[in-house]
């Protein structure tokens, strides 16, 4: 069983920053995918970012965005650690959810299908005020 467990958020200005970490214990994997989703009331869950590692080294660190978060977030990880980090930039309140860490095992390009990883953290607000 894996526990994915985050920490992090709180109430930014816009313009603010703020840094959300995540940390997934357990069984290791040769390949693994750790991403960040995002759910404001109202809407469904959508994806932030991700970044994956294998083992074989042909896709070791890779990463991936939404339009909305490009040049703004960065997600950055240590994979001896199954460990992940956002960095987020000149927040606006439309950012205003609650984010989600998620963790698994994916194959192709799934990174950002939510019922494409297995495990789940309990979420952190994230609100940004106008």
């Known amino acids: 069983q894996v526990k994915v467990v985050e920490s992090g958020g709180g109430l930014v200005q816009t313009g603010g920053s703020l840094r959300l970490s995540c940390a997934a214990s357990?069984?290791?994997?040769?390949?693994?995918?750790m991403g960040w989703f995002r759910q404001a009331p109202g809407k469904e869950r959508e994806f932030v970012t991700a970044?994956?590692?294998?083992?074989?080294?042909?896709?070791?660190?890779?990463?991936y965005y939404a339009d909305s978060v490009k040049g703004r977030f960065t997600i950055s990880g240590d994979n001896a650690k199954n460990t992940v980090y956002l960095q987020m930039n000149s927040l606006k309140p439309e950012d205003t959810a609650v984010y989600y860490c998620?963790?698994?095992?994916?194959?192709?390009?799934?990174?950002?299908?939510?019922?494409?990883?297995?495990?789940w953290g309990q979420g952190t607000q994230v609100t940004v005020s106008s």
């Open positions: 998620a963790a698994g095992v994916l194959g192709g390009n799934y990174y950002a299908t939510s019922g494409a990883y297995s495990y």
């Open positions: 357990g069984r290791t994997f040769s390949s693994f995918t």
């Open positions: 970044i994956s590692w294998s083992n074989s080294r042909t896709s070791y660190g890779r990463t």
